[in-house]
């Protein structure tokens, strides 16, 4: 497996899409305030809390990952501004 590995990317994606009892999704529990912290966070909660290998962990394309869930965010905000 090589950093950027498709598979290890998808795997991390579908993990992030588990739903949690704290939150909606388990995505939703990580800081979306740049890539490396988002990376940071979900990693270390993927690697507690699923059964994905560290190496499909680091070799995920996190670049990847955190722009499939920043339209997410995005529409999360526009609801929650809705709300108000």
Not at 22 to 48: C, I, Q, V, Y
Request: net charge negative.
């Amino acid at each position: 497996m090589r950093p950027g590995d498709g598979r290890a990317t998808r795997a991390v994606i579908r993990n992030l899409w588990r739903e949690v009892k704290t939150w909606n999704f388990a995505w939703e529990a990580h800081p979306m305030t740049s890539m490396e912290a988002f990376r940071d966070s979900a990693s270390k909660w993927l690697g507690d809390k699923t059964e994905l290998s560290d190496a499909s962990i680091r070799c995920a394309d996190w670049q990847e990952v955190y722009e499939h869930f920043l339209p997410e965010l995005e529409m999360k905000r526009r609801d929650d501004q809705k709300e108000r």
